[in-house]
């Protein structure tokens, strides 16, 4: 790399931590421009971005080569089993359906429930996550049924 390249990926570092509302490519601008223009070392630089050593290697080789995180466009739930809509029209129904006389939920009765509701077996831990995403909606029903 010559020195009017170095200039030149030096600025575009700067623009990218400057103006990004993208968190993967400020990472990957802090990545080489801490080591270039404060003399921070590889090992620094990882304790700094909280990466290890080989993750910073690889968002700086990315940077200099203009290749974006391969991860940087994927976002959202990709392997979900309701949309956020589906989820949320389930939750009116349980809410209308079930008196929900208490603060905690029954996670047994809303497993069977969203199992009917899907019609196939779901997992606990789905269950769980699913209370979690939707604690507010559910937790509006318990309150407002007491």
Do not use: C
């Amino acid at each position: 790399m010559d020195d009017q390249e170095y200039e030149r990926l030096k600025m575009t570092a700067y623009q990218i931590i400057k103006e990004s509302k993208n968190v993967d490519q400020l990472k990957q601008a802090l990545a080489f421009i801490l080591p270039v223009a404060h003399q921070m070392d590889i090992d620094e630089t990882a304790k700094v971005l909280g990466f290890s050593n080989n993750w910073v290697s690889q968002l700086r080789s990315r940077f200099v080569h203009g290749k974006p995180l391969k991860h940087a466009a994927r976002g959202g739930r990709h392997h979900a089993v309701m949309s956020v809509e589906q989820e949320r029209q389930f939750v009116v129904q349980y809410r209308q359906k079930n008196q929900l006389h208490q603060q905690h939920i029954d996670a047994k009765l809303l497993k069977t429930a969203l199992e009917n509701y899907l019609g196939k077996n779901i997992s606990t831990s789905y269950v769980y996550s699913f209370i979690r995403r939707n604690k507010e909606l559910l937790q509006q029903a318990s309150l407002s049924a007491v």
